[in-house]
């Protein structure tokens, strides 16, 4: 197992797009971050929004970054053929499968984490400047408040559920462009047809079982019986829908010929 870690840890590094792809990661939820805050005020008392779900607008862009990555970890190998090779060397598949998922989930990780600190930080400054002040209601963001403290871990984890997807639809399609784009339209495409949805009674059941709808809910920190489902149980949804493609990706990597 070390070695196989290892030879995947060279991969990655080596691979002249991972790097780029988890500084873009936090470079555009940063970005994002900035210019939704920058735009947003609070100018009387007891105006709504929620700052800390604001700063961290950027996931919504940087979660498309972050699936291309985990796609490519193993997509790559099999627009190239490299898969062959790799499993020439590693009969064992899951042997290979599994550090490429510790590889991802640790890069994203740190690129998470980095994306989610500079974006709370930024927001703390721009909000609290735009009105979003004690007077208004509204307290500066602070790690120190449990509800924070737990939105930023959880867009941490809600990234690195968002990785293993789309390691596992890669796995299962083996195909990059195909594994991009199912990957894509789970994360952007059930959100859309949740909001076309006119019955509110499934409207609320389909944000309830969407990945990215229920996932994101692990960011709010106001108002949480109005969601369509809890902060954690929503970041339960997207886990399972992660276990779900990659436990299937698993199997049918034993299972049939590379």
């Known amino acids: ?6 030879a995947e840890w060279t991969k990655l590094r080596t691979a002249g797009g991972t790097g780029w792809l988890l500084l873009t990661t936090v470079v555009l939820m940063v970005g994002v971050g900035v210019l939704v805050c920058a735009n947003v ?13 604001i700063s961290l607008t950027g996931v919504q862009i940087g979660q498309a970054v972050v699936a291309v990555l985990a796609v490519l970890a193993i997509g790559g190998e099999y627009g190239t053929g490299m898969i062959q090779v790799t499993f020439a060397a590693v009969p ?12 991802v989930i640790g890069g994203v990780a740190l690129a998470g984490a980095a994306a989610v600190a500079g974006s709370l930080a930024a927001g703390r400054v721009l909000l609290t400047g735009n009105g979003f002040t004690p007077a208004h209601g509204q307290a500066a963001i ?3 408040d449990a509800a924070t403290l737990r939105a930023a871990l959880g867009t941490v984890l809600y990234l690195v559920l968002v990785a293993l997807l789309s390691l596992g639809v890669a796995t299962l399609v083996r195909d990059s ?3 991009i784009g199912t990957v894509l339209g789970l994360l952007y495409l059930a959100p859309i047809i949740a909001s076309v949805v006119s019955d509110p009674h499934w409207h609320k059941r389909f ?10 809910a692990i960011q709010a920190t106001r108002d949480l019986t109005s969601l369509p489902i809890g902060p954690w149980a929503g970041l339960g949804v997207l886990a399972l829908w992660a276990v ?3 436990g299937g990706g698993a199997l049918l990597l034993r299972l049939r010929d590379a």
């Open 1 to 6: 197992m070390s070695r196989a870690l290892h």
């Open 41 to 53: 005020d609070c100018q009387s008392a007891g105006c709504a929004g929620d700052p800390t779900r």
């Open 92 to 103: 064992r598949r899951l042997v290979v499968l599994a550090p490429k998922a510790l590889l």
């Open 142 to 144: 602070s790690l120190g």
């Open 177 to 179: 462009a195909t594994a």
């Open 207 to 216: 944000e309830r079982v969407a990945p990215s709808s229920a996932g994101l």
């Open 244 to 246: 779900a493609a990659l």
